[in-house]
């Protein structure tokens, strides 16, 4: 007598370097129904988006080249994943039924409410709704006119860069310090080269107030300021804590070290809106590919029986870009602490533009050939603590 085989639905939340990743890795098994939700009709690259809102480069591809046959694209948001129900609530009505889902929400810019006139007069660009936005209001903006970017991080100092290789009046307004994830001699050549492009670095900073057209300093210093651009931290969907699911300080989705939720055996995180055993990967697209893979196999893991595997993801640096035709590319030990080592310049730039157009590839990969993507292996990651015990139900 022959035995009904009904496929396995996995619906994942996301189409970001993660999620489109774990899609096409899902695709490892036949009999899995996979849908990708994603709010928008095309993949973007965030990390050109400092290049589209400067004019230099563009920042979406076309998903039909990302994804592998049989992967379902529905363009729309999820507004709550009902674990009681198993399906996953859009905003258009509809409801996706799950056997499984992968979270891969990706992160969003944090314009900060507790800074008066932030949300009003400055513009954020970790998404690209509000980096189209930028990029429409900066070509109304006079060439000569006074740019402040707020935030000293990696995004801060790429979009302070190409803005001044294009020849705008910048000021990099550092909270802390200058590229604080990096060693002191990548700090030191990454302010050398903001230094000959005319970029005005304030180190240990505060903006207290955003204005029109000044920024106001917490020291009561004020300048004037066309356009204030917003690059100072990072921020995630609510959808998790939407759905009843526990969360970090931060909203990321608290997980185990297989990345499965904390509260429910059916829902597996990836990238920046994972926090698993309550100690999150730094946010970034190195880490976001792995990860997605890294679901993908937890729920291949959950169909075929089997326990599935715990992260081993380690980081071998960073890379920034300065302008079009410099770049550090910053080195560090497995644990993502920087050491005293770079390459700069012309091939600290070439290093970087590799890095972006692997991103993608690494996914086209993964379409032509599923479970060809490869990642550093790292050792144990920190012992999950108290707070972060497991209360799942069964498969």
């Known amino acids: 007598m022959s035995r009904h085989h009904t496929s396995s639905k996995v619906v994942v939340i996301g189409g970001g370097y993660a999620g489109t ?18 709010p928008r009709p095309e993949f973007v690259e965030r990390v050109r988006l400092h290049q589209f809102v400067a004019g230099t480069g563009e920042a979406t591809v076309d998903y039909g080249t990302l994804l592998g046959e049989g992967i379902q694209l529905v363009v729309d948001s999820a507004t709550r994943i009902d674990t009681a129900a198993r399906a996953v609530r859009l905003a258009s009505g509809r409801a996706l039924d799950y056997d499984y889902v992968i979270y891969a929400v990706g992160s969003t810019g944090a314009v900060p409410a507790s800074v008066p006139g932030a949300a009003e007069f400055a513009f954020g660009m970790a998404e690209f709704e509000p980096a189209q936005r930028l990029r429409t209001r900066l070509e109304e903006v006079p060439r000569d006119a006074p740019v402040t970017v707020v935030g000293g991080g990696l995004t801060g100092i790429e979009t302070a860069a190409e803005l001044a290789e294009r020849g705008r009046r910048v000021t990099l307004v550092c909270g802390r310090a200058l590229a604080p994830s990096f060693s002191a001699s990548g700090r030191r050549s990454i302010a ?7 970029v005005a670095v304030l180190e240990a900073a505060v903006v207290s107030e955003v204005r029109p057209d000044e920024v106001v300093f917490a020291d009561g210093a004020v300048r004037p300021s066309a356009l204030t651009i917003w690059a100072g931290g990072f921020g995630v969907p609510e959808l998790a804590a939407a759905s009843g699911l526990r969360t970090d300080a931060l909203g990321r989705l608290l997980t185990d070290e297989t990345l499965t939720s904390v509260d429910d055996d059916r829902v597996v995180a990836a990238g920046d809106a994972a926090a698993p055993s309550d100690q999150p990967l ?17 729920v291949l893991s959950r169909i075929a029986g089997t326990d599935p595997a715990v992260i081993t993801l380690a980081f071998s640096g960073a890379c920034v870009s300065l302008g079009r035709h410099a770049g550090i590319r910053q080195l560090a030990r497995k644990d993502d602490t920087a050491v005293n080592a770079y390459v700069g310049g012309r091939m600290g730039a070439v ?26 292996k790292g050792g144990p990651r920190p012992e999950q603590p108290a707070s972060a015990a497991r209360a799942v139900t069964s498969p």
């Open 21 to 38: 990743l774990a899609a096409n890795h899902l695709r490892m098994r036949a009999d899995v129904d996979i849908t990708l939700v994603n």
């Open 192 to 198: 050398k080269w903001l230094s000959r492009h005319g």
């Open 282 to 298: 730094r946010m970034s697209c190195y880490a976001a590919g792995p990860l997605g893979a890294q679901a993908a196999d937890t």
């Open 351 to 376: 290093i970087k533009e590799v890095t972006c157009k692997f991103a993608v590839s690494r996914i086209r990969r993964e379409a032509r050939k599923p479970g060809s993507v490869f990642w550093v």
